[in-house]
């Protein structure tokens, strides 16, 4: 649970939930007010009014851009969880490449790419999107992201697809050769994450790149496809300054992207920071908001609307993390993944399904085992988990 009083801080009231975009919507649809709204959440929920806005602004512009999902339609999400390098923050289900573990990871996935497709085709659901993610699924090399491709096009009916989305986060496993692939692909959006431009943080954090390498990754992509581009930054990393940050944030402006989301950086329990300083979250709070908040007034300026939000654990100064993109451009993954009204079918090692029962407006979770090397010696019992609390319900 959040931090009560850092939430008062910070603006959030008393919520504790990752999700308090979710929670505008509910209470839209019980009280079918704009400003009733606002004020149930600044009186009953003590939020902000900075926040009740920004929440309500997001909600609105969701239900203008977006329609609710469709009955017979699903997410796809799939999970390639290697990496070059692990960074200092993360926890996740990333690994360094191992060359033949690569190999015997992406036939445990063919194999369960195959059955979801089966079982989808058989019960008519197609998917509305499909999201590649880590991880860095580019750390796959072009032949490797090829025969992917490959696989989901030859085992998904993609005629209602609105979107497709590869994580390209690292710059240093972008080439020439897979930025073709994906084109060829049809990827309709990609991400190309720097979370910092100062080469400092980018040493300090265990990237292995450049201020220079994203730049001319960016500028690849671009001249490579007519790809909407995603770009992360994050506020709050190591001995970063606010002046560090709108640096940052000001350098990924001039670049040009659809879509840039503002990360706060949460200190995760399994991440190396937290084992240098358990604390470090609540030190950076102050500086933190500063950031968010100058940020926030940086982009509205430069035409970006915030499209979605969520909370996470242990966040410094038990802020939020924001996706902001050009009018046009928003990532319909990320909308229904935090609305939780559609049944995300997730594919991979961690990857975890959600199935949705609309009569009764809730979800059931189906995992997959996290570590890779499970997930390959595992995979009947994976495909055997869907079969039973995915494919033999009524909830998509």
Known sequence: MYNT??????????????RPVKLAGELYEKLHCKTQVKNALINEYLLSAEKAELLIGIYEYQREILPGP????AGIYIGIPFCPTRCLYCSFTSNQALGSKIVEYMDALYKE????GREMKSADIKPETV?????TPTTL?????????VHIKNNFDLSALKEFTVEAGRPDT???????????????????NPQSMQDKTLKLIGR?????????????????????????IIAGLPEESVPDFLDTMKQVIKLGPENITVHTLAVKRASKLIDMNKDYHHEKGGPVREMLHACNE???????????????KRMAGSLENTGWCKRGAAGVYNIRIMEEKQTVIALGAGGITKVYYPCENRLERVPNVTNYELYISRIDEMLERKKENLFNQEGI
Not at 7 to 18: E, P, R, S, Y
Request: aromatic share 10%; net charge negative; proline share 3%.
């Open 208 to 232: 292995s790149h450049t201020p220079q390498d994203i730049r001319d990754a960016f500028f690849a992509a671009r001249a490579g496809g007519s790809c909407i581009i995603n770009m992360d």
């Open 174 to 192: 972008i080439t020439p050769d897979k930025l073709k692939v994906i084109k060829e692909a049809g990827v309709s959006r990609i991400s190309i």
């Open 141 to 149: 090399d072009s032949l490797q992201l090829e025969q992917l491709f």
């Open 5 to 18: 009083d850092a939430n008062q801080k910070a603006g959030w009231g008393v919520l504790t939930g990752i």
């Open 113 to 116: 790419i195959e059955f979801a």
């Open 131 to 135: 999201y590649i993610g880590g991880g």
């Open 298 to 312: 940086i982009l509205r300026g430069e035409g970006y609307v915030p499209y979605y939000l969520y909370r996470q």
């Open 70 to 73: 469709v009955a017979g339609q």
